[in-house]
């Protein structure tokens, strides 16, 4: 979705890139256009969230978790 946005793309649709991906998940100081890695920002939640469930203790939302496995 963000990169339809910045390319203007329409689907099924190819459009120029500019700027490849990398670069404009740079910051705005090394030339980039500051945008999240998608990717990264995923795999930082997905380690908050194993954080919390190996921290907490017996909480409401680790036993519905552990009762689905």
Same mark, same amino acid.
């Given at each position: 979705?963000?990169?339809?946005? %910045? %390319?203007?793309?329409?689907?099924?649709?190819?459009?120029?890139? !500019?700027?490849? !991906?990398?670069?404009?998940?740079?910051? $705005?100081? +090394?030339?980039?256009?500051d945008? $999240?890695n998608?990717? +990264?920002?995923?795999?930082? +939640? +997905?380690?908050? !969230?194993? !954080?919390e469930?190996?921290?907490?203790?017996?909480? %409401?939302?680790?036993?519905? %978790?552990?009762?689905?496995?």
């Amino acid at each position: 979705m963000q990169r339809n946005f %910045l %390319l203007g793309g329409e689907e099924g649709k190819k459009k120029v890139a !500019w700027l490849s !991906w990398e670069n404009g998940c740079k910051p $705005k100081s +090394l030339g980039g256009l500051d945008i $999240k890695n998608i990717g +990264l920002f995923n795999f930082a +939640l +997905l380690a908050k !969230w194993r !954080w919390e469930f190996c921290r907490e203790g017996d909480g %409401l939302w680790k036993r519905v %978790l552990i009762s689905n496995m």
